[in-house]
């Protein structure tokens, strides 16, 4: 080899002082080269014995030149390292050179250093010439980044999550095992090729697209997807990093989490539409009972058993009205307030036969969403008060009736129910005003924690302050 015969002829140049310079021969261990490198040079006998060592070598090793001379080569190498070393020595006696050998030298205070040392002879002489350099801060940064190596190769064999890791060239340089599970492949067979060439109905895919995006512009991705190719046919969540070599991933099979919300869907639909069709058997009852009071009104001659039925009638076909609204409604639980008092005072004045142009009806309503228990109650005080308006409040048969509700800051609403007739009598408060329709109105309004104000100054007014359903999640 080049080196051996580089470090040959310097030896042999060396220890021929008649071709050295006068000053030289004079003074051969003033060699320039041999003290001023770097590397541990030495020159041993072809047996080991040690019998010229360079500054280097001793300042390496921390020994003194007299107590180098004292040993043999062996006699610094650690013992696990010993018996390779010493066969290699033996190889020198017979002229085998030392190509490349990594040997643990002990040093003067007991340590060890990586030496990555060679040796070539010179038979005729009987000598070894050793060129050597301390490797020991390689060999921690290769056992550090070992260390780091397995510490991440753990870490991805032991968490629930497959993984691989693909270079710039789509080339796979890493796959765990949970990989190897859901690919249903050895990793040895896989490691090193494309991974499109492994996965070639995948080109041009979502999968292709979102992990050609996250190496082109760094940004992480995730998404799931459904691979619909045998023999997976799974559903796969998906989350892709850059990385210096490349792209890094990590996927989980969440085909039972997808078969499973498949299966609450189908269930929430199946109950959605039992749910509407309890709603409409509700309001189809609700109308039957509208229907029976109706008829039993025929029978009866007593003006007060018939206003008595109107009432229940009209009661009733409210909350069939409100029936009717959530059969219809996409949202189940909750109900358009505005939306059902607008229906609902609609038909209070068809079932009245108002004239329009008797009695005009204005509606300032916004839609606020509210659930069914303070629905009905709404409902229900809308109907007493409309209809007692329409009843009692214009004896000249002319009028107006406004009904106004509004959205107010805390999550609260305010429904007002006011005409303009001829209002309650001085003594309004009196068991004889107080009906049984006014005296529901305070029981549903208490039922929904309302406030509610009452005026007579010009007509009726009835001011209702209460929580929206929101608020109350809220």
């Known amino acids: 080899m080049v080196w051996q015969s580089i470090v040959t002829a310097f030896f042999r140049k060396r220890n021929n002082p008649s071709i050295w310079p006068p000053r030289l021969r004079r003074e051969p261990k003033s060699d320039p ?9 030495c020159t041993t006998t072809l047996n080991g014995h040690l019998i010229r060592v360079n500054p280097a070598f001793t300042k390496t090793l921390g020994y003194t030149e007299p107590a180098l001379l004292a040993m043999r080569l062996l006699d610094l190498v650690h013992p696990e390292d010993r018996a390779v070393a010493a066969v290699r020595i033996a190889d020198l006696a017979r002229g085998i050179s030392i190509a490349e050998l990594e040997s643990r030298f002990r040093c003067a205070d007991g340590s060890f250093k990586s030496v990555a040392w060679r040796s070539a002879t010179v038979l005729s002489e009987g000598l070894a010439y050793v060129v050597a350099h301390d490797c020991t801060r390689r060999k921690l940064d290769e056992e550090a980044l070992r260390q780091a190596d397995a510490r991440c190769t753990c870490a991805l064999e032991s968490t629930t999550d497959a993984f691989f890791a693909v270079d710039r060239d789509w080339r796979l340089i890493r796959v765990n095992r949970q990989a190897e599970r859901l690919w249903m492949c050895r990793r040895e067979e896989i490691m090193g090729r494309n991974l499109w060439e492994i996965f070639p ?4 895919g979502p999968f292709y697209r979102m992990y050609e995006q996250a190496m082109r512009t760094g940004t992480p991705a995730q998404m799931e997807e459904f691979y619909p190719y045998a023999p997976h046919n799974l559903w796969f969540e998906v989350h892709a990093y850059s990385s210096p070599e490349g792209l890094s991933v990590f996927f989980r099979d969440v085909t039972e989490r997808h078969q499973f919300q498949e299966k609450i869907d189908r269930s ?5 539409v039992l749910l509407r069709e309890v709603h409409h058997r509700v309001k189809n009852n609700l109308q039957v009972i509208c229907s029976m009071l109706r008829l039993q009104a025929r029978y009866l001659q007593d003006e007060t058993l018939l206003q008595a039925l109107r009432d229940c009638r009209e009661r009733v076909l409210a909350m069939a009205l409100l029936h009717d609204q959530l059969h219809r409604a996409e949202d189940l639980s909750n109900i358009n307030l505005g939306e059902y008092i607008r229906s609902l005072t609609a038909s209070l004045f068809s079932s009245y036969g108002v004239n329009s142009a008797d009695v005009a009806l204005r509606v300032d309503i916004e839609d606020i969403t509210v659930a069914i228990d303070t629905a009905i109650p709404c409902g229900l005080i809308v109907n007493e008060l409309v209809s007692n308006s329409l009843r009692h409040a214009f004896p000249q048969g002319k009028g107006c009736i406004s009904l106004d509700l509004h959205a107010r800051p805390g999550g609260r ?8 007739g001829r209002g309650f009598a001085k003594d309004g408060c009196s068991h004889k005003t107080r009906s049984l329709g006014l005296w529901l109105v305070e029981l549903l309004a208490e039922q929904i924690d309302a406030a509610m104000e009452r005026s007579s100054d010009t007509g009726t007014a009835y001011r209702l302050l209460f929580q929206t359903t929101e608020s109350k999640e809220g």
Not at 33 to 41: A, H, I, M, P
Not at 413 to 420: G, K, Y
């Open 201 to 204: 109905e995948a080109v041009n």
């Open 33 to 41: 080269f041999f003290t001023l490198s770097l590397d541990l040079l």
């Open 268 to 272: 929430l639909q199946e109950k959605e």
């Open 413 to 420: 609403a305010e429904l007002t129910i006011r005409d303009d």
